[in-house]
Each structure stands twice: as C-alpha cells, then as structure tokens.
C-alpha cells in the first residue's frame, strides 16, 4: 500500500519484478525471464503493485494472482485446452463479441537519439501467439486500423526496450480481437493463463479460447463456471 520512489541499477525487469514482490510476506513470485539490462529504472511516487503492472506490460506480461504465487508471463496460446465445453451440453450461456477498432496493421514506437540528434524507432506488424477464431486480427485491421499506431516517446529508449513496447501493444492487440464470457457446468480445473475449448458456438468463436478469469456461482444447489 502507498506510494514509493526508488532506483535500480543494472537489473532487468524480472529481477525487479522479484525484488517487488519478495517485500511482502504471504506472497510468492514466479515470473518469466525478461533479457534487457537496464542501466537504470526509476519507480516514482507509485504503488509497488502499479509499479509492477506497468513493468509488466511492457514487456508484454500479463499478472496473475494463483495460491499466494504471482506468475507473471507472457500468454501461451499454445497449450492445450484445459476442457473441451459444447453449446448445448455443457455451456449454458454463452456471449462474445469481435472488435475490429483495437486491431492494428502496425505499431510503431518513435524515441529520441539525443547524442545524434535523430529519431529513431521500432515496429511490430503481427504476435506471436495463436489466434482464436477463423478471421485473423490483420484482416480485421484492414478495415479500420491506420497504416501505422504510432507510440511515442521523449526519452531515449534502447532499441530493445523499443521494440519490447511495440511487440506487447501489439499482443495486447491481437489479444483483444475476441472477448466474451461463458457460463458452463462448475469445472475446477480452468484458472486464469490457461487455454478452454469452445464448440458449437460458431466458426467465428469455436477453437481454443486464452482464459483471463474464472469466476465459480456456487447455490440453490448448483454449481456453475
């Protein structure tokens, strides 16, 4: 709780992420390797906790919360389905949408060579993880999206930090494409990170969903997920 400022020198941003989180009892860390070396970092007048978000997601890293362990990763799309839930067995309800607006050709990340004097960038046109769905996220950013989503920045980032920027907007991005929710037959097994199978729900929606949360209803003598 409450606001901190302090400095870190030569890490990178998993060692951070563990020194942030080894300050609170109760709580474990299991977070992905990262490859930048930071010369220096600087959380200012920010909670540990947003502190953490936002290292996160520049590296691309989503936060889960499982058993008093932190797992911070990168999404892996490439697991297999926890379960396997069918309209009209086991999915009870079922409500899902596909946003074209989030979807981007290109992300671009612009930063200053102050010694140099020039602009010099990053840029990112695809994710690497596997999309749900039988329409891709280029195709839908071809109806809507700019040639280029610039991001920009006044400072002088590496070129690695850069292009770590760009490749996580970009999932961010890909990642966003379908969002929904289903309601099925209490099941215990499927935690935020994981991967759920979805039949019967169109071509648009059946496949291999990326799980974000789980919510359990548990009363009147049922059980629901």
Do not use: C
Not at 15 to 20: A, F, G, I, T, Y
Not at 21 to 45: F, N, P, R, W
Not at 100 to 125: E, G, H, I, T, Y
Not at 145 to 168: A, I, R, T
């Amino acid at each position: 709780l409450g606001r901190h400022s302090q400095y870190f020198e030569q890490v990178k941003d998993n060692e951070v992420l563990d020194e942030l989180i080894g300050k609170y009892k109760g709580v474990t860390a299991d977070v992905e390797s990262t490859t930048l070396k930071h010369k220096e970092l600087i959380q200012h007048h920010i909670s540990d906790w947003d502190f953490l978000l936002l290292r996160s997601e520049a590296n691309g890293m989503l936060v889960n919360v499982e058993d008093g362990i932190i797992i911070i990763k990168k999404p892996d799309t490439g697991q297999e389905g926890a379960a396997r839930i069918t309209y009209g067995e086991s999915i009870l309800e079922f409500e899902a949408e596909i946003d074209a607006r989030m979807q981007w050709k290109k992300v671009k990340a612009l930063s200053w060579d102050f010694s140099n004097q020039r602009l010099f960038d990053a840029d990112a046109s695809s994710a690497s993880f596997t999309e749900h769905g039988n329409i891709s996220g280029g195709d839908l950013a071809d109806i809507l999206s700019p040639e280029e989503y610039k991001l920009h920045h006044s400072g002088n980032l590496p070129e690695q930090e850069l292009q770590d920027w760009v490749n996580g907007t970009m999932l961010r991005s890909r990642l966003a494409k379908i969002r929904g929710r289903a309601r099925f037959s209490g099941f215990a097994g499927i935690r935020p990170g994981m991967m759920v199978e979805l039949a019967g729900v169109g071509e648009r929606f059946t496949g291999k969903a990326f799980v974000t949360a789980v919510r359990h209803d548990i009363g009147n003598g049922s059980w629901d997920t």
